[in-house]
């Protein structure tokens, strides 16, 4: 009885999504055929939601067993205490950097400034700058290898929201807007 009991919640919402993904089939597009549709996206994450529903629902009726958060993460997390327990014992070992108040907030610092200069910059500029600028302040000194994963990042970003996901990205101002028209039709994305 306490399997289907740990079992029922995620039944009733597997129903809830099989509904939904009923409702998301109702969506009407007439547009060009090498397009996904509006209904696409929403019917992709009800079809996972769906999956781990089924997934839950299994592991509860054929294990039953109470839930536990062991395994990967209590490894770790034992391990991390025993080297905690070694480091304090060897007074030579390095120790940790303390917790630092101002690089937390240089991060909110950079993030809220990200919000605000994606739309005067554009999102492939302001992304780049806020990705090597949030490595810098993660404490990363290579600058060369913080700009390069800043820029593949954003570029990486610029081709899942425009090609794949369909998203209109903010273009920028001025030299910035004709840097993302050039780079949005090197893409092919008109």
């Known amino acids: 009885m306490r399997r289907f009991a740990r079992a029922a919640p995620y039944a009733a919402l597997a129903a809830f999504t099989l509904w939904l993904y009923a409702v998301a089939g109702r969506i009407e597009y ?3 055929p090498d397009r996904i549709g509006p209904d696409f996206w929403p019917k992709a ?3 996972l939601l769906g999956l781990l529903c089924a997934y839950e629902i299994a592991k509860h009726l054929v294990f039953g067993g109470p839930p536990s958060v062991s395994g990967v993460l209590q490894t770790l997390m034992e ?3 025993e ?3 070694a480091t304090d014992d060897a007074d030579d070992a390095p120790r940790a950097e303390p917790s630092s108040w101002r ?3 240089a991060g909110v610092a950079a993030m809220l400034g990200y919000v605000l200069a994606v739309e005067p910059l554009g999102f492939f500029v302001a992304t780049s700058a806020f990705l090597a600028g949030f490595m810098r302040i993660g404490g990363y000194q290579r600058w060369g290898v913080a700009l390069s994963v800043a820029l593949a990042g954003s570029f990486a970003m610029v081709v899942i929201f425009m090609k794949v996901v369909y998203v209109s990205l903010p273009l920028g101002a001025g030299p ?3 840097l993302s028209i050039a780079l949005l039709a090197m893409l092919g994305v008109r």
């Open 30 to 32: 007439v547009g060009p």
């Open 103 to 105: 690089r937390l907030a």
């Open 83 to 85: 080297a905690s327990a």
């Open 79 to 81: 391990e991390a205490v």
């Open 176 to 178: 910035f807007r004709a």
């Open 45 to 47: 994450i009800l079809g």
